[in-house]
C-alpha cells in the first residue's frame, strides 16, 4: 500500500509560477514511477508528467513541454511538479500517481492522492 499525500497548490496569476509536491510513503516498492495528472471542472482526467524513482527517464504532455519540470527527491520519497508560465487553462486539481511505468492512461496507475487545487486567473 502507497500514500500519496500532494501540496502546494494554489491562487496565481497568468505568467505565475507553483511548485507542487507529492510525498509517497508505505510499501513503495514495484511503484516505480510517479506520476502527475489534471482534472478540470467536466473534463476527464489527463496526464500531466511523470518520472522514474531513478531519474533516467520522464515525460510530458505536449501541453506543458517547456514550461513544467518534474523532479524528485529520493531521500524523502517526494517528487515535484514546478509549473511556470501558468495560464488559466492550466486551472485544475493536480492529482499524484503511483505506477509501475510510465503510462499516460490514468488507470494503469495503482495509487493516487487526494488532489490539490490550482487556480490560474487571467
Known amino acids: 500500500q502507497v500514500q500519496l499525500v500532494e501540496s502546494g497548490g494554489g491562487l496565481v496569476q497568468a505568467g505565475g509560477s507553483l511548485r507542487l509536491s507529492c510525498a509517497a510513503s508505505?510499501?513503495?516498492?514495484?511503484?516505480?514511477?510517479m506520476g502527475w495528472f489534471r482534472q478540470a471542472p467536466g473534463k476527464e482526467r489527463e496526464f500531466v508528467a511523470a518520472?522514474?524513482?531513478?531519474?533516467?527517464?520522464?515525460d510530458f504532455a505536449d501541453s506543458v513541454k517547456g514550461r513544467f519540470t518534474i523532479s524528485r527527491y529520493n531521500a524523502k520519497n517526494t517528487v515535484y511538479l514546478q509549473m511556470n508560465s501558468l495560464k488559466p487553462e492550466d486551472t485544475a486539481v493536480y492529482y499524484c500517481?503511483?505506477?509501475?511505468?510510465?503510462?499516460?492512461?490514468?488507470?494503469?496507475?495503482?495509487?493516487w492522492g487526494q488532489g490539490t487545487q490550482v487556480t490560474v486567473s487571467s
Open positions: 500517481a503511483a505506477g509501475p511505468n510510465i503510462y499516460s492512461d490514468p488507470g494503469r496507475y495503482n495509487y
Open positions: 508505505g510499501r513503495t516498492t514495484g511503484s516505480n514511477v
Open positions: 518520472t522514474t524513482w531513478g531519474g533516467g527517464n520522464a
